[in-house]
């Protein structure tokens, strides 16, 4: 009888050792559990807090993105108004310059006409010619054009004649040099003049007594290939072939 009781007693000791390990066992899986479920969700919640903010930067960088798109757009559009209006600018500034510089021509002009015709009538022949070279006609109006139409047809054909006597009288006293020039000027108020030949064979001379046999050489072919009537023609065709 004893026995059966010491039986129970141990039986039941150690039906409350194994209920109690398992209770331990059982609270420490649930609280490790546990722990693994809040490890587990403050992880998923850093993945969706990590998750909230890249979505958020990238909201933000796709709007910060369009903003910039937007704003280089309208840069762009403000530049191309910029260099309308620079180029309106400039074309005003182009029209005003051409105008106000058609007004200092056209002024010009009148005032070399005037020039022309006071030195004219004072019987400043050659003074009148270079005031004439001087006078644009393309900025006259149809009376300046005739006037200078009729002045041009007296005052270049005495201008040429004046100067070609005093180039005469230079190239006597062996002032070659100058002699050249006055011929030269001569020839530019008028080439179709009945000394213009003179001009060029005068010249040739002048340049061949200074030495300058080509350019000497030069004028005689201009006066063979211009002024085949003149009454210098045949001297200058054995002058050259003489010089050649």
């Given at each position: 009888m004893k026995d059966n009781k010491n039986i129970k007693k141990t039986v039941w000791l150690y039906a409350v050792v194994l209920f109690t390990s398992a209770f331990i066992v059982l609270l420490l899986t649930y609280y490790s559990q546990m722990k693994t479920d809040k490890s587990i969700n403050d992880y998923l919640n850093r993945i969706s807090n990590e998750e909230k903010?890249?979505?958020?930067?990238?909201?933000?960088?796709?709007?910060?993105?369009?903003?910039?798109?937007?704003?280089?757009?309208?840069?762009?559009?403000?530049?191309?108004?910029i260099k309308k209006e620079k180029e309106k600018e400039n074309s005003i500034k182009d029209d005003l310059d051409n105008v106000q510089k058609n007004y200092l021509d056209t002024m010009n002009s009148y005032d070399q006409l005037l020039f022309a015709d006071n030195s004219?009538?004072?019987?400043?022949?050659?003074?009148?010619?270079?005031?004439?070279?001087?006078?644009?006609?393309?900025?006259?109006?149809?009376?300046?054009?005739?006037?200078?139409?009729?002045?041009?047809?007296?005052?270049?054909?005495?201008?040429?004649?004046?100067?070609?006597?005093?180039?005469?009288?230079?190239?006597?006293?062996?002032?070659?040099?100058?002699?050249?020039?006055?011929?030269?000027?001569s020839l530019s108020f008028s080439k179709h003049n009945y000394i213009s030949d003179d001009c060029y064979y005068f010249i040739a001379y002048s340049y061949i007594n200074l030495g300058d046999i080509s350019s000497g050489k030069s004028k005689l072919q201009d006066l063979i290939n211009n002024y085949k009537d003149s009454s210098y023609y045949k001297d200058s065709v054995q002058l050259l072939k003489s010089l050649n």
């Open positions: 903010k890249k979505l958020l930067f990238q909201t933000g960088l796709n709007t910060a993105t369009e903003e910039n798109k937007g704003l280089k757009k309208n840069i762009e559009n403000l530049n191309s108004i004219y009538n004072n019987g400043e022949i050659v003074k009148s010619a270079d005031m004439l070279n001087e006078c644009d006609i393309n900025f006259l109006n149809s009376v300046g054009k005739e006037k200078y139409d009729y002045l041009s047809s007296i005052v270049f054909e005495k201008a040429a004649s004046i100067l070609y006597l005093d180039g005469y009288s230079l190239y006597k006293s062996k002032m070659y040099n100058d002699a050249i020039n006055r011929f030269e000027k």
